[in-house]
């Protein structure tokens, strides 16, 4: 049995996206008239949209968001054999109504669900790598790249999630060690091949 820690935003859940799709929809007039989706958008514009969201984050409406496809079915499946947690740089602000989703959407999958906390915005009191050492976390799946890193200096096992190889911000030049996938079915079979 391993502890495997999961992230919310984009590797549970597509915020970035569901919240870009509302934005095209609501803003005509704009330079992206006849976008959609984030498909339609380059990657610069993507990874700008992405951080505009990530800083607007705790004001956005979320909480109709449905979870990304067969995440539910593998995790289910995967909390059978490991110790699952949720790590998310979501601050307290939305704890309660990040709670009610996971207990709608994953309910007794998650031993606990662990928030960042923050000296200002985008300063963390502890990076998730921190976290992760103290928790004793084997492996962590997350789709930001700069997360990803800090878990792999930390000695974590890294599985970064590029969903449908769509995230900008998940893209770099990654060693061997650090495993990527495309969906949850990839995250599925990198776990069952991984050595504990
Ligand atoms: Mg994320």
Known sequence: MAKIAIDLDDTLVLTVELLIKDILKTNKDSWFKGYHS???????????????IRQTLNKQEIKTFKPIPHSKKILYKLAKEHELYIITAR????????????????????????FCEYHKSDHFVETKGEICKK??????????????????KHKIKTIVFDYKKQYPWAKDKY??????????????????????
């Open 91 to 114: 601050s307290t602000d939305v704890k309660n109504h990040t709670h009610l989703w996971i207990n709608e959407h994953f309910n007794n999958i998650f031993k606990e669900i662990i």
């Open 135 to 152: 928790y004793g976390i084997d492996l962590i799946v997350d789709d930001n790249k700069e997360y990803i890193w800090d878990c792999h």
């Open 38 to 52: 984030l498909e339609d958008l380059n990657f610069k514009e993507r990874d700008a949209f992405y951080h505009y």
């Open 175 to 196: 060693p061997k060690d650090i495993q990527i996938a495309n969906d949850w079915q990839d995250v599925l079979k990198i776990i069952e091949n991984t050595k504990f």
